[in-house]
């Protein structure tokens, strides 16, 4: 059998059916898998080709062990089996050729579908405890690392001090209650006053009048006339001047009341004086930083201690300013916490008003100096998703969130 021949029982070989229309099935997608799907295919094909190729060196060997050319070292027949050898190699290069690059391509799209950061950590609130008075410290209730609940008692100042205020300022109020009352009764005399001294002017201007029609008929004398309207005016000025007094006994009222509420003022602060030696917290959480001590002598807004609250925690990550072009609030987060080893589900609350180092006490100045361009970090505020255990976290703790980027 000649080369000719050989190669064209080669392509007259029967093919199935069956993967004949598996091939014409295989969907033309740029997918992974369907890239896979297709070399795979190629390559079972290729298998049945060699089996097929083998078969007929077996059937040409026989023919030509008759032949005298058969000794040959560059017969056909022994030329073709390195040449399919040849072949498989190629496609088999071929193969992983495009497998990696199709998986190239796919692990580089997995790369830019998130942005991380190991510059991250756990944030809460850190409440300080301090006083609004001064005292002395006469009971700590609570120690570091202890759980405390909201309002429970954290520190006693010595309020004997404040109990005796409470009572001046007690007494102070009964007296100008004392004093109001006084003068609410001198108004109501006042009054009585004015009406006694109109009842009398009346009875004078009366006289008047009748002792003018009687000089007029020279039935009195110029004198009692005389008498008795000097005596009508004299009423009338007793009028006034009772009226005064009495308006001056209104605005004494005014006055002894005001002096009642700066009393009932005095007492009201001196009762929140004595409120405030008893400290409690603020909210739950855990204590930390204690510096009170027994018999120490404190000051108003001097700290004693620390609260963290425990129920309210959040992820703060400084991402550079070239990872936030795509990142947006709402998107999934994926953060893993070194010290319990493992994730948690959260998602992008906010996004930064500025760069970190603008809230430094001595921010940059870049307009004065020598410029070096650095990339800027910004804090992005993550918080945890509902319905996770989140007892085990502490605020400070290193985190390395995770965002997914839509």
């Known amino acids: 059998?000649?080369?000719?021949?050989?190669?064209?029982?080669?392509?007259?070989?029967?093919?199935?059916?069956?993967?004949?229309?598996?091939?014409?099935?295989?969907?033309k997608d740029d997918s992974?898998?369907?890239?896979?799907?297709?070399?795979?295919?190629?390559?079972?094909?290729?298998?049945?080709?060699?089996?097929?190729?083998?078969?007929h060196e077996v059937d040409s060997a026989d023919e030509s062990s008759t032949d005298d050319d058969a000794?040959?070292?560059?017969?056909?027949?022994?030329?073709?089996?390195?040449?399919?050898?040849?072949?498989?190699?190629?496609?088999?290069?071929?193969?992983?050729?495009?497998?990696?690059?199709?998986?190239?391509?796919?692990?580089?799209?997995?790369?830019?579908s998130y942005q991380d950061t190991d510059d991250a950590e756990i944030d809460g609130y850190l409440d300080p405890i301090s006083t609004r008075i001064n005292g002395t410290v006469s009971a700590v209730y609570v120690d570091n690392n202890k759980s405390v609940q909201a309002g429970q008692l954290l520190l006693q100042l010595d309020p004997r001090d404040y109990q005796v205020a409470v009572e001046q300022a007690n007494a102070q109020l009964a007296q100008a209650q004392a004093d109001l009352n006084s003068a609410r009764q001198q108004y109501v005399s006042a009054v009585a006053t004015i009406q006694q001294a109109e009842a009398q002017n009346y009875?004078?201007?009366?006289?008047?009048?009748?002792?003018?029609?009687?000089?007029?008929?020279?039935?009195?004398?110029?004198?009692?006339?005389?008498?008795?309207?000097?005596?009508?005016?004299?009423?009338?000025?007793?009028?006034?001047?009772?009226?005064?007094?009495?308006?001056?006994?209104?605005?004494?009222?005014?006055?002894?009341?005001?002096?009642?509420?700066?009393?009932?003022?005095?007492?009201?602060?001196?009762?929140?004086?004595?409120?405030?030696?008893?400290?409690?917290?603020?909210?739950?959480?855990?204590i930390g930083n204690r510096s009170a001590q027994l018999g120490q002598r404190v000051q108003p807004g001097q700290s004693l201690m620390a609260l963290t609250q425990m129920n309210n925690l959040w992820v703060t990550a400084n991402f550079k300013e070239t990872q936030l072009a795509h990142m947006r609030p709402g998107e999934p987060v994926m953060i893993h916490v070194d010290a319990v080893g493992r994730d948690y589900k959260g998602h992008v609350e906010n996004m930064p008003g500025a760069t970190g180092s603008l809230y430094d006490l001595l921010p940059p100045e870049n307009a004065t100096g020598n410029y070096v361009k650095i990339v800027q970090r910004l804090p992005v505020r993550i918080l945890f998703d509902g319905r996770q255990d989140l007892s085990q976290l502490r605020p400070g703790m290193s985190v390395e969130p995770k965002v997914w980027l839509r």
Not at 8 to 26: F, I, K, Q
Request: aromatic content about 6%; charged content about 25%; cysteine-free.
């Open 203 to 286: 009875l004078a201007q009366r006289n008047a009048q009748r002792y003018t029609e009687l000089v007029k008929l020279n039935v009195v004398s110029q004198s009692e006339y005389d008498q008795y309207y000097a005596t009508a005016r004299a009423q009338d000025a007793t009028v006034k001047v009772d009226e005064a007094t009495a308006a001056s006994a209104q605005r004494t009222i005014a006055s002894k009341e005001a002096q009642v509420q700066a009393a009932q003022a005095a007492l009201d602060q001196a009762k929140l004086n004595l409120s405030y030696t008893r400290i409690t917290a603020p909210a739950g959480g855990v």
């Open 71 to 112: 000794d040959l070292p560059n017969s056909p027949a022994e030329r073709n089996p390195a040449r399919h050898r040849s072949l498989v190699r190629v496609a088999l290069v071929a193969i992983v050729a495009v497998v990696l690059g199709v998986g190239g391509i796919q692990f580089w799209k997995y790369l830019q």
């Open 32 to 55: 992974l898998q369907d890239a896979i799907r297709r070399l795979r295919f190629q390559l079972e094909r290729l298998e049945a080709v060699q089996q097929t190729l083998q078969s």
């Open 1 to 27: 059998m000649d080369m000719n021949e050989y190669e064209r029982d080669v392509e007259e070989l029967p093919t199935d059916s069956g993967e004949a229309d598996r091939e014409s099935s295989v969907p």
